[in-house]
């Protein structure tokens, strides 16, 4: 009896270490919670790429592969961030409002005749001045929100710094352990529910293929399409515009019409009307409607099968709920219960399918059996013959 109350008050005892130990940890890393989402989505999206660089350079230790890719990756990521940096300082620092509104009022002097002809008692002059007054303001706000997210980072980067450290760790680990990890998950489970799990990891792996993989590789081409184009058309900075669009890209909402319709207002402006018609009809066929509307409708049919509407619903309704984290949270989570459905579905489909084997009628004859009944009758037939004539 002792020995049961003895038993019963240490497992109590363990169990609320055990619960305020769970607690104080989960309170410890929440602040990094968005660290860890944004590791495990970055080690998975790099998964192909540390698997392509290990069959080009036949590497077999996954620590090196995963090193090297990291680095190509934040390699990139670092130029493409400190070119923008560069350009937005450059831009902001020479930006004339006295050019910006005789260039206004030059764009608008065609357009004052066919008003003073419709609209008699017409000033020209104030309302120059009001819409002259009025797009400043708005350059103003832009310019403001602009400088302001420019101090903010500025003020906050030994943060950002640590969050990006700590992130570029967790992702090394998760990339070169990822296969010991999975290993050792499947090693938990049951033996009589391995094949329904792993049926579940692999519908898992096809959706997020498609919400992930697919949809990232789209953004970078629209990306890509829109720097040629800048570049061929003659617009400044084509590779960070592309870069632009493509970061555009991921945000269902935004999209890449958030870049080219402001250069193009920004050409339309300075008297130039054919560049500025051309980006638009440019951007709108080549960064949206192709991309969008062609491409990644067919390639996510392809891959992962999932309709276009549930895409629009993962990516979407996160954004508005949680913010910025929910282009990555909206898609896991959306395409974690796909799985779960289709996996539940053909685990009922071929429960269903063994059942109906298992009802087959006991009386069936085998062919065996057949082949000596057939040839019982030709017996008895016979002696019935033999009978007869006698």
């Not at 009025?134 to 420019?150: E, P, R």
């Not at 799985?339 to 399918?353: C, D, L, P, V």
Request: net charge negative; with cysteine; proline share 4%.
């Amino acid at each position: 009896m002792t020995r049961n109350i003895n038993q019963a008050t240490f497992i109590i005892i363990s169990g609320i270490v055990a619960l305020t130990a769970i607690l104080i940890v989960s309170h410890l890393t929440w602040v990094f919670v968005d660290v860890i989402i944004l590791s495990l989505f970055f080690a998975y999206i790099l998964y192909p790429l540390e698997k392509t660089l290990r069959k080009i350079t036949k590497i077999q230790n996954r620590n090196i592969s995963a090193f090297f890719t990291l680095a190509i990756v934040v390699l990139l990521f670092v130029t493409v961030f400190i070119n923008i940096l560069r350009v937005l300082f450059t831009e902001l620092s020479g930006l004339d409002l006295a050019t910006i509104e005789e260039s206004i009022n030059a764009l608008m002097e065609p357009c004052y005749d066919l008003i003073e002809s419709l609209i008699p008692y017409f000033n020209q002059e104030d309302l120059g001045e009001d819409l002259s007054n009025l797009i400043i303001s708005v350059i103003w706000f832009v310019v403001d929100i602009v400088t302001t997210s420019l101090m903010n980072f500025a003020s906050n980067i030994g943060i950002i710094t640590m969050k990006c450290a700590v992130m570029v760790f967790l992702s090394f680990y998760l990339l070169a352990d990822s296969d010991k990890i999975l290993k050792s998950y499947t090693a938990l489970i049951p033996a009589n529910r391995v094949e329904a799990v792993n049926k579940f990891l692999f519908n898992l792996d096809n959706i997020y293929h498609s919400l992930f993989h697919v949809f990232l590789f789209v953004c970078l081409l629209g990306g890509f399409i829109g720097a040629i184009g800048f570049f061929i058309i003659g617009v400044p900075y084509p590779a960070m515009w592309g870069s632009l669009i493509a970061i555009c890209s991921l945000l269902p909402i935004v999209g890449p019409a958030t870049v080219y319709i402001p250069i193009a207002l920004g050409y339309l402006v300075t008297g130039n009307w054919q560049i500025a018609v051309i980006i638009v009809i440019y951007g709108q066929v080549f960064m949206d409607i192709i991309p969008n509307n062609i491409i990644r409708p067919k390639l996510m049919m392809t891959s992962g099968q999932i309709h276009p509407i549930i895409t629009l619903l993962a990516f979407s309704t996160a954004l508005f709920v949680i913010g910025p984290m929910g282009i990555i949270i909206g898609p896991a989570a959306y395409g974690f219960l796909l799985a779960f459905y289709r996996t539940f579905i053909e685990t009922e489909s071929k429960a269903q399918s063994d059942l109906l084997n298992k009802e087959e009628p006991e009386d069936e004859e085998e062919p065996g059996e057949i082949v000596e009944k057939k040839e019982l009758l030709k017996a008895d037939d016979g002696q019935d013959e033999t009978g007869n004539q006698n």
